[in-house]
């Protein structure tokens, strides 16, 4: 899909974060337990502004994506106008000795009134600046001045329009970055939050909770697409998670990037986000589901891949690997659905 500024500097930062918030915590608690403790957020209170935070986080990172893929477009866009002008150019310079021999005869001749002092340019804007002059002697050349105005118009418009949507493109980009990392800054609060949890606090508190040890084998068929999406998903179990990551392992992988990457291994193009998988792609109920279906929780925004025996594989969360989890918790709290590519 792209690349999303990574989400593991949360992981980096957790550590400083929390020794200081654990000092000054253990502080507070000593001196005023009862306020604090009547401070402190639940489990519950700190995951659902934490979802609600990588909700919007992955929001805008699919704007940033489509302003990212306009700015390109308009990138290309831009070329090939600058190579249009270029050919004008060659037409204006071409055009120039005959322009220039007009208005010394229309001079000569008394049709024009004002001095020749003709600048004929390659440049469509200075063309434009003389059209004045130029019109004047349009009675005489109508079709070959008009032609001429009439280009250096379109040239102009057209990198002018152009010149403006990108940086537009650009502003858009700039403001998507700042209101992300401002985002990602609370998140980082959030996570410091929850890693002041227990282990088993913290596995009720989001993705995630294998019971560790040696990743499983795929055993299963690989005669259809969604058997070889299935069996690339447990190829790609302890992979790290990472935040915008498509892959391969070493590069690790976010929920979205994982599902997108076993429907691409078995010759299936889906969306890259988990919210345009979710919108594009076809329902199935939760009694149809089978292998390979993908799993969507958390109002759209996490995905996990069905894999059968009410066990999904899942990239849980930064700090985490991919892991095969079963379809209770957390996962079943906030399912909204199933997606067939």
């Known amino acids: 899909m792209h690349t999303r500024p990574a989400m593991s500097k949360v992981v980096k930062q957790r550590a400083a974060v929390v020794t200081t918030l654990v000092f000054v915590g253990g502080f507070l608690l000593g001196v005023a337990g009862s306020a604090v403790a009547t401070s402190t957020p639940t489990v519950a209170q700190v995951q659902k502004k934490l979802s609600q935070l990588e909700s919007r986080i992955e929001r805008l990172d699919q704007q940033l994506d489509q302003a990212t893929q306009e700015l390109a477009s308009t990138n290309q866009q831009l070329k090939l106008v600058y190579s249009e002008l ?19 005869t229309a001079y000569e001749d008394g049709n024009l009134d004002t001095a020749i002092e003709l600048l004929v340019s390659g440049d469509p804007q200075e063309i434009l600046n003389q059209s004045s002059f130029l019109l004047e002697m349009s009675d005489l050349n109508d079709a070959q001045i008009g032609e001429f105005l009439s280009d250096a118009r379109h040239l102009t418009a057209t990198e002018e329009l152009v010149k403006r949507t990108q940086l537009a493109i650009l502003q858009m980009k700039d403001n998507l970055q700042k209101r992300k990392a401002t985002l990602n800054k609370l998140a980082n609060q959030e996570y410091a939050l929850l890693a002041q949890l227990s282990p088993g606090q913290q596995a009720g508190a989001g993705p995630g909770g294998s019971s560790g040890g040696k990743p499983p084998t795929y055993k299963g068929p690989t005669g259809t697409q969604a058997d070889a999406a299935v069996q690339y998903a447990y190829d790609q179990l302890g992979c790290p998670y990472v935040y915008g990551g498509t892959g391969p392992c070493a590069d690790g992988f976010d929920c979205s990037g994982l599902t997108m990457e076993a429907w691409a291994h078995a010759g299936v193009s889906i969306p890259r986000t988990s919210y345009e998988q979710w919108d594009d792609l076809p329902h199935v109920s939760v009694a149809d589901m089978e292998p390979g279906d993908i799993m969507v929780f ?27 989890v079963s379809f209770t918790g957390w996962y079943l709290e906030t399912f909204d659905g199933a997606v067939r590519p």
């Open 86 to 104: 270029g050919a004008g150019s060659r037409q204006f310079a071409a055009m120039r000795q005959q322009v220039a021999r007009i208005a010394v």
């Open 298 to 324: 958390n109002a759209a925004g996490h995905v996990g891949i069905y894999v059968g025996d009410n066990k999904l594989i899942d990239a849980p969360q930064p700090g985490m690997d991919v892991e095969l």
